[in-house]
């Protein structure tokens, strides 16, 4: 199972099209977007899949957010997510809460943990846990997204 993995979209349409457009290229089965989702917009372009939506800390509008993530049949968990996939424990969160994403990350609770945050694209691995930042779809050069493959358990930062 392929699952897409953005972050920090900051409300940008033409960017996050751009995403989705990959997205779609790539045959990914779902998505999870780690925070800063910046304007309700957003929301509607990843209804193609079932996303999962967390908010970071410029989401001062997290009553509306919600509200649309629902209205597009979607996922909203809030500040902290976790769900699993293809067998496979997932965590993910902003990343603005360091120690959370320590936590997380630490816990051998998960094969994967999902941040955001930083618009750096990184994986590493801490312990037997995939620890991935898919870096940003706004302010990030490049723009990135990821794409995990559950079965294999590897990641690929896709750069737009």
């Keep these: 199972m392929l699952l897409g993995v953005v972050s920090d979209t900051h409300g940008h349409l033409r960017n996050s099209l751009d995403a989705v457009r990959m997205l779609e290229s790539l ?79 630490a816990s051998e609770s998960y094969d994967l943990v999902c941040y955001g945050h930083t618009h750096y694209a990184d994986q590493t691995y801490v312990g037997k846990t995939l620890l991935l930042n898919p870096g940003a779809l706004y302010r990030a050069r490049p723009r990135s997204l990821a794409v995990v493959d559950l079965n294999a358990m590897t990641a690929t930062i896709v750069p737009l």
């Design 27 to 105: 045959d990914v089965e779902a998505v999870i977007h780690c925070g800063d989702i910046g304007s309700t917009r957003i929301c509607a372009l990843f209804s193609a899949w079932p996303t999962h939506f967390v908010f970071g800390n410029v989401d001062d509008n997290q009553a509306e957010l919600r509200e649309e993530i629902l209205a597009q049949e979607q996922t909203c968990h809030d500040r902290f997510g976790e769900l699993q996939l293809a067998g496979r424990r997932i965590a993910f969160l902003h990343g603005d809460d360091q120690q959370r994403l320590r936590e997380a990350a």
